[in-house]
């Protein structure tokens, strides 16, 4: 299995241009996040989906949006990217239900530089 | 809001001794993870702990959650070059569901 996949790797924006983070997990798991890990720090949540169509606010949202049109995909939206946008960014996804909350399996994450 | 604070945020250690990460919490949890971080890589699941008393053990780590404290450790027995890592624990809110908040990490570095 591949895993939570995420694409690209490393990116460089100019300020006020716009893009997409792309996620993918073939795990059928229900519930995908959207994290951003800047330097020395540990992960802050932006988003968060539930499930396909349901999406929901983490503790950074502004300046992203997302969405969930299936069960594998969660793509990141950043909408004129300004310099404190530059981040790493996660993605990670697990099964929630069942009093079996598994552990988050994460990405390789995207290297993102806004200049 | 659930707050999450980790101790030591660095913590140089010396082969073959034995240490502890300390990760206090502000609200009611039950569920805590803990995650390994090389630097450069993405995030790799250690440990969860489900529960009151809850201990799980791989190799030499070891992680405790007591819920009445709002306390979980990570104890590390007898250091090696290999555990060098930055550790996060995240507890999971009790009504925060699916979602962990998680600490600003402790960087590990041992030296011989």
């Known amino acids: 299995n591949a895993g939570v996949t995420q694409t690209p790797k490393f990116r460089i924006l100019k300020i006020g241009q716009s893009m997409t983070l792309q996620c993918t997990q073939d795990?059928?798991?229900?519930?995908m996040y959207w994290y951003r890990q800047d330097p020395g720090m540990g992960l802050k949540l932006i988003y968060y989906?539930?499930?396909?169509?349901?999406?929901d606010k983490g503790e950074v949202p502004n300046g992203y949006n997302v969405s969930r049109s299936t069960t594998e995909d969660f793509p990141l939206r950043l909408e004129l990217a300004a310099p404190s946008q530059t981040s790493v960014y996660f993605c990670?996804?697990?099964?929630?239900?069942?009093?079996?909350?598994?552990?988050?399996?994460f990405g390789d994450g995207t290297r993102l530089s806004i200049l | 809001e659930l707050k999450v604070e980790q101790n030591p945020l660095f913590l140089s250690m010396q082969e073959g001794k034995n240490y502890t990460i300390y990760c206090n919490y502000s609200?009611?949890?039950?569920?805590l993870y803990w995650y390994r971080q090389d630097p450069g890589k993405s995030l790799e699941s250690l440990f969860v702990?489900?529960?009151?008393?809850a201990v799980k053990q791989e190799g030499r780590l070891m992680a405790s959650l007591d819920t009445k404290a709002r306390l979980s450790t990570l104890h590390i027995t007898a250091a090696v070059h290999d555990l060098s890592a930055t550790y996060f624990c995240?507890?999971?809110?009790?009504?925060?569901?699916?979602?962990?908040?998680f600490g600003a990490g402790t960087q590990v570095v041992v030296t011989p």
């Open positions: 795990m059928n798991h229900n519930y």
């Open positions: 989906s539930v499930g396909a169509g349901i999406t």
């Open positions: 609200t009611t949890s039950d569920r």
């Open positions: 995240a507890p999971e809110g009790i009504d925060s569901w699916g979602k962990l908040q």
């Open positions: 990670a996804s697990s099964y929630v239900g069942g009093g079996l909350n598994q552990p988050q399996h």
């Open positions: 702990l489900l529960s009151n008393g």
